[in-house]
């Protein structure tokens, strides 16, 4: 496919989007789901028309898109296929590490590798020790001659094992507080790293599992750190907002998935005769049509918080001044997509259930990842407590 730059616009880039979504992440979604598979052909079709370059500034090479193109682009591919999806969003948070550094060399090298070589980025920040806590660290670097010794060994990274650069925390080479983070770029043919096999109930191919990083790395491999929770700073106000609005807009895409496959049940289901005196048709049933009321409702409240959430990363709001729009969008998102694909099923009665006749049992299953997803729902709730009735900053935590 031909690749788009910025100057063809936002509407050039959304039919190619169109003809990915159609031709290549759509028809795969089902056997990525059934088998497990990574998306490879759903990131190369993306690679191809540039949206792997889709943040990435004007003045680097790339898109430059706002975060509420961003928001609708994931929105559109979960509702095709959540794993793709979240893949997506990965690559997007991945790639705030890199615009965060500084004008210069090391910044403008890594952005033209990664866009001219078309790289898939990842994270690799939860830990065993700590859980979806992310900001306490216990991986380490060790200042060698040249770069540093890297042992790092984290317990979810979406693209493990599938990515071509990582993006790793360790404490702050020097450091013993779990607190102080450092932030590095390894590539995936660096030292020895070794991950698992993912299988998950839901988001199937998004090969979300454990992985090791023993690796010595140059300099220019070290993104940031700082002492003092300087280094954390960094990384929550590079990478939180975007990371908040993917995976909320993720969560919508597959609510909406779901509304969908039940909207079309209810439309075309067609009973014998008149068993219940509504008519032979489910969409006369008044319950049918509340439980349409109900989920359009509740897809039409979360849509207003996502959009609401692109719109203050676009108005360059701080992270603070975000933080609870952006906490409480998470879980609102999280929660939605659960409740929707669960009323869902219920819609669509007894073969909703059943694998390969509807895919809502695939878009429920899917759903079930999103409260769980760090910060997990019990942790948000918490800390918008705090928030507000502390006054505390997102960087307490």
């Keep these: 496919m031909k690749m788009i730059g910025d100057s063809a616009g936002r509407a050039a880039r959304s039919a190619l989007l169109d003809e990915v979504i159609r031709d290549v992440v759509a028809p795969r979604a089902r056997e990525v789901d059934e088998k497990g598979l990574f998306p490879e052909e759903a990131v190369r079709a993306l690679a191809d028309i540039g ?17 509420a193109e961003l928001g609708d682009v994931v929105l559109r591919l979960a509702t095709a296929c959540a794993s793709t999806a979240m893949v997506y969003v990965m690559h997007v948070t991945a790639l705030n590490s890199f615009l965060a550094l500084a004008q210069g060399r090391s910044r403008s090298g890594y952005l033209s590798r990664i866009r001219e070589e078309r790289l898939l980025v990842t994270e690799a920040i939860s830990e065993p020790g700590s859980g979806s806590q992310w900001w ?32 790793v925390s360790t404490r702050t080479p020097g450091s013993d507080n779990d607190r102080d983070h450092a932030v590095f770029a390894i590539r995936a043919d660096e030292g020895r790293i070794e991950s698992g096999e993912w299988k998950g109930l839901g988001l199937a191919g998004n090969s979300s599992t454990w992985i090791t990083f023993r690796a010595d790395v140059g300099e220019d ?21 975007l990371y908040h609005l ?14 969908r496959a039940c909207l079309d049940r209810i439309r075309t289901r067609r009973y014998s005769g008149n068993p219940s005196g509504f008519g032979a048709n489910l969409s006369q049933y008044p319950i049918a049509r509340r439980h349409i009321g109900t989920m359009a409702i509740r897809l039409e409240a979360t849509r207003g918080l996502v959009e609401g959430l ?16 952006m906490t409480a969008t998470k879980v609102a998102a ?4 659960a409740e929707i694909a669960q ?22 299953r899917d759903a ?16 918008i407590g705090r928030l507000e009735i502390d006054g505390s900053s997102y960087h307490d935590l």
Excluded: W
């Design 310 to 325: 692109a719109r203050a990363i676009d108005e360059e709001q701080g992270l603070d001044e975000m933080a609870v729009l």
């Design 343 to 364: 009323e869902a099923m219920m819609a669509s009665g007894g073969v909703a259930y059943s694998r390969g006749f509807l895919p809502i049992e695939r878009h429920l």
């Design 221 to 241: 491999a070290l993104l940031y750190s700082g002492s003092e929770g300087a280094g954390l700073r960094t990384y929550n106000e590079a990478n939180q907002p």
């Design 368 to 383: 079930l990842a999103a409260s769980l997803m760090g910060p997990n729902d019990d942790f948000c709730k918490e800390l």
């Design 136 to 167: 306490s660290v216990e991986s380490t670097a060790e200042r060698i001659d040249g770069g540093y010794r890297i042992e790092a060994d984290k317990s979810f990274s979406t693209s493990a094992g599938h990515a071509d650069l990582y993006v």
């Design 246 to 259: 993917g995976v909320s807009a993720a969560y919508l895409g597959i609510a909406t998935a779901a509304y």
């Design 51 to 67: 949206l792997l370059a889709l943040t990435i500034p004007v003045e680097d090479g790339g898109a430059g898109a706002s975060a």
């Design 334 to 337: 999280a929660e939605a997509a």
